[in-house]
């Protein structure tokens, strides 16, 4: 029995690993149509400084030059045109090595022409094979057959127009320079697949710890959610079952307030789950704008704050008559002013909320301990705080949340703050004005 587990699980190694390597060719595939365009770039600035090095020293041969000059430019021009019509995307290595094959040629056939120097063109074919290998990411296999097909056009050219002089004292730089070249190039070739391949496993045991992740927290929430629903449901049945007598108000206020934060887990598991899977956040349920207030503060009025710390209510009379998504604007507010508390030891925390025809503007100011200026930059990012030592409460997800369902709500948010006087988060919402229902909408 031991035996075959073991060799279930061998095979399931293997069936990995070949998944692996196909995954991997497939990245670096694509990964070489993506690069190719960039790749003839820089080919051809080399092929255009060639040419300006050719033409310096041809002087009056220039014009009877220009063919192979055209030759030249040609390869990656074409190369460049293929890409700007998606043929790398198919054949990427074909088109890779008929770039390198075409510039080869073109460097090469500069050998048959008397104007062209020697050393020259040994320089450019050194600096071809080395441009390749850093630029292109395919396999060294193909790196060392483009070294091997470039060495030997060369030579071979060299050789055919007696170019090549043993007794020549530019022989060893002729012939052994464009050698160490190539043999270098491999070399670069073979440690770029090898950190390729150590970014892409490590990308990959990324992917899935992100998988295991969303897939962990979708089955978290979910179950949170049931046991959460369960006690709402319960408690409601509670609520609804006790009647309105004074010894019994104090115990459905306490009943009222643990379904009021029920409702609230509900909501913050549900944003929970969609941040944790990088998708929109799910549309919440309408309220009219005042009542959004209304509700806020009542909430509030239940809950413990610090007998040190005054939380103070500045809503305008004038609200607009409109539906907002309560769900979000009601979160948003509540981290903003929960981190606000919790960062005043002593003073004021004030909601302060103004109304256009079209934007709703949020601000929640306190007299805290404020934000480094070199932190504020940051506040907004996921698991990053900005909080001292001493404020040990918190992982850094707060104002993430609120700027994403700021985002969501189209709208912005930014911040002010100064060390030992206090911050000021300010939040616009753009507003879509509903028609008012037999009258106006109240104010807080």
């Known amino acids: ?141 193909a790196q060392a057959a483009s070294a091997a097909m470039t060495l030997a056009l060369y030579w ?13 004292s530019d022989f060893p730089h002729q012939v052994t320079g464009p050698l160490f070249a190539g043999i270098v190039s491999v070399v670069a070739a073979l440690r770029s697949e090898r950190l390729r391949r150590d970014l892409f496993a490590e990308t990959q045991v990324a992917e899935q710890r992100a998988e295991t992740n969303a897939r962990f927290a979708a089955i978290l929430s979910h179950e949170l959610r049931n046991l959460l629903a369960g006690v709402l449901g319960y408690g409601e049945m509670l609520r609804d079952s006790i009647e309105l007598t004074s010894e019994q108000a104090k115990a459905r206020e306490t009943i009222e307030r643990q379904i009021a934060l029920a409702r609230q887990a509900l909501e913050a598991i549900q944003v929970a789950l969609d941040l944790s899977r990088e998708q929109a956040l799910a549309r919440g349920d309408k309220q009219a704008l005042d009542e959004v207030w209304q509700d806020l503060q009542k909430e509030y009025a239940l809950r413990v704050i610090p007998p040190t710390v005054v939380l103070r209510w ?75 030592e001493e404020f040990s409460q918190g992982i850094g997800l707060g104002l993430y949340i609120v700027s994403r369902l700021v985002e969501a709500l189209g709208g912005t948010i930014r911040v002010e703050s100064t060390v030992g006087q206090g911050t000021t988060f300010e939040v616009r919402i753009p507003l879509t004005v509903s028609p008012p229902e037999g009258g106006t909408g109240s104010g807080s």
């Open 1 to 141: 029995m031991a035996g075959r587990e073991g060799g279930a699980a061998d095979g399931l190694r293997v069936r990995r690993g070949e998944r692996n390597h196909q995954n991997y060719r497939l990245y670096q595939r694509r990964l070489l149509g993506n690069e190719i365009g960039r790749v003839a770039a820089a080919l051809l600035a080399i092929t255009l400084l060639f040419v300006v090095f050719v033409a310096f020293f041809s002087g009056p041969r220039l014009g009877e030059d220009w063919p192979w000059l055209a030759v030249l430019i040609a390869a990656p021009v074409a190369c460049l045109g293929l890409v700007y019509l998606r043929v790398s995307t198919k054949w990427p290595y074909l088109l890779a090595l008929g770039t390198d094959a075409g510039y080869t040629i073109g460097i090469v056939a500069g050998l048959l022409f008397p104007s062209t120097p020697t050393s020259g063109t040994a320089l450019f074919v050194s600096v071809k094979m080395l441009a390749s290998a850093m630029l292109l990411p395919w396999h060294p296999a």
């Open 156 to 168: 071979l050219v060299g050789w055919h127009t007696e170019r090549f002089v043993w007794q020549h």
């Open 314 to 388: 500045d809503i305008s009379p004038d609200l607009p008559s409109t539906l907002v998504d309560t769900t979000k604007l009601k979160l948003v507010v509540r981290n903003l002013v929960d981190n606000a508390l919790k960062f005043t030891p002593r003073g004021e925390v004030r909601v302060r909320v103004r109304a256009s025809f079209d934007e709703l503007t949020i601000d929640v100011s306190d007299t805290g301990i404020g934000i480094p200026p070199e932190k504020q930059p940051f506040i907004f990012e996921p698991f990053r705080r900005a909080a001292p």
